[in-house]
């Protein structure tokens, strides 16, 4: 899970709170100091709950967390003297929204690479070859001048295919050695 309780509170309360008066940032503490208390008898009652009905414990501790946030909110006010609360004036809620935002990037950056790393797996290739003799001995024999193994003369060999508009395949001559991507596996 990337967001935790807190962080869904921080985030939201620090939208909601954006312009709001201390009177009202009071009010918010005293609305999530219900839920809580609702929240909790909740989880302590027996009765059933729908199929669609929210995790209890979970809305608890989102509420919880809400609670927390808007207690912080209203300590910042009342600290900064501030009668509106404008989140930019914020530290700690700047320091975790930009927090927040690099998780999120992260998340993102890491999602984007897994999905290139599984498109490529896709597009790879990884055959077990026989060949007959001859073609064997040609292949080991073009390996040992290049110092090369016969799996990666083949490799390379597979790297140069060219496929014309009529589907005939072929390969241009070329002569097998080491390269920087196979220096660097080894």
Not at 15 to 22: E, F, I, P, S, Y
Not at 33 to 58: I, K, M, N, Q
Request: aromatic share 4%; hydrophobic share 40%.
């Amino acid at each position: 899970m990337i967001w935790t309780s807190e962080d869904v509170a921080r985030d939201q309360v620090r939208r909601q709170a954006a312009g709001l008066t201390v009177h009202q940032v009071d009010h918010a503490v005293d609305t999530a100091v219900v839920r809580v208390r609702e929240t909790r008898e909740e989880l302590r009652s027996p009765v059933s709950r729908g199929e669609f009905a929210p995790d209890p414990e979970e809305l608890a501790d989102r509420w919880a967390a809400l609670l927390t946030e808007w207690r912080r909110v209203a300590a910042h006010l009342a600290g900064s003297g501030a009668g509106v609360y404008d989140g930019d004036l914020d530290e700690k809620g700047c320091a975790w929204a930009r927090e927040r935002e690099e998780r999120r990037s992260a998340v993102l950056r890491n999602q984007a690479a897994w999905t290139e790393r599984q498109r490529e797996e896709r597009d790879e290739l990884q055959v077990e070859l026989w060949l007959g003799a001859a073609a064997g001995r040609r292949v080991r024999a073009a390996a040992a001048r290049a110092g090369l193994t016969p799996n990666e003369v083949l490799a390379q060999l597979g790297e140069r295919v060219s496929v014309d508009d009529d589907g005939a395949v072929s390969v241009a001559p070329f002569t097998p050695g080491r390269t920087a991507a196979l220096s660097e596996e080894r």
